[in-house]
């Protein structure tokens, strides 16, 4: 059983679409973020949930709006998609101090 | 503003040696830091956690120090092996809500 999954793996879009990541948890952990990892491997967050709400919310563009429909899933929703969007989405969940990382979704945008 | 810097950025050794990473961080006030190993194309695996009190956790043939005051910690690997070649990523707590600061990472290879 994967504990942190993501779907899709892969996604190749034209810019100016709108796309969406999903992410799902079976640790049963109350806290869920995504980061974002770019060409040069840089780690960097972005949004974080809390029981369904929003507790981090990092200087990202308003066309990123995170979705947690429960506590168990937590959304990526991308407006108008830009080139540099282009970059892996890592969602990870959070127990006892620890993160769990997902695979990531790898977002490429032409 | 936190930044995290790991140093080297890449490492080549020879199978059966021991080597060490480090880690640096410019704000001393943590909660923990975080080891992390990262394959190509896959996801992160979280090797060592070291909570602000402590001074050094170890895992099998890894060892991670921490010092708190100077803004460090390295990341001990005894006797590599070609199964450890990847990137090696720390990253420092300083929230409570565990909100992650990553460094930019050392790629390392084990080579037989």
């Given amino acids: 059983d994967t504990a942190v999954s993501q779907t899709p793996k892969y996604l190749v879009t034209q810019m100016g679409n709108d796309k969406s990541i999903k992410c799902e948890q079976n640790l049963g952990h109350d806290t869920m973020y995504w980061y974002k990892q770019d060409s040069k491997k840089f780690l960097k967050i972005m949004f974080s949930y809390n029981n369904k709400e929003l507790i981090i919310n990092e200087t990202v563009p308003n066309r990123f709006s995170p979705k947690s429909p429960d506590k168990a899933h937590l959304n990526l929703h991308i407006n108008s998609l830009e080139l540099g969007d282009s970059a892996v989405y890592f969602c990870a969940s959070r127990g006892a101090n620890v993160l769990t990382f997902g695979a990531g979704s790898r977002l490429t945008v032409l | ?112």
């Fill in chain 2, 1 to 112: 503003k936190q930044e995290v810097t790991q140093i080297p950025a890449a490492l080549s050794v020879p199978e059966g040696e021991n080597l060490v990473l480090n880690c640096s961080f410019t704000d001393s006030a943590i909660y923990n830091l975080q080891w992390f190993r990262q394959d190509p194309g896959k996801g992160l695996t979280s090797l060592l956690l070291i909570q602000s009190s402590q001074r050094e956790q170890t895992s099998g043939r890894l060892n991670a120090s921490l010092d708190k005051s100077s803004g460090r910690s390295t990341l001990y690997i005894a006797a590599s092996q070609p199964g450890d070649s990847a990137t090696y990523l720390c990253a420092v707590n300083t929230g409570t809500a565990s909100k992650l600061t990553f460094g930019t990472g050392t790629r390392l290879q084990v080579t037989l």
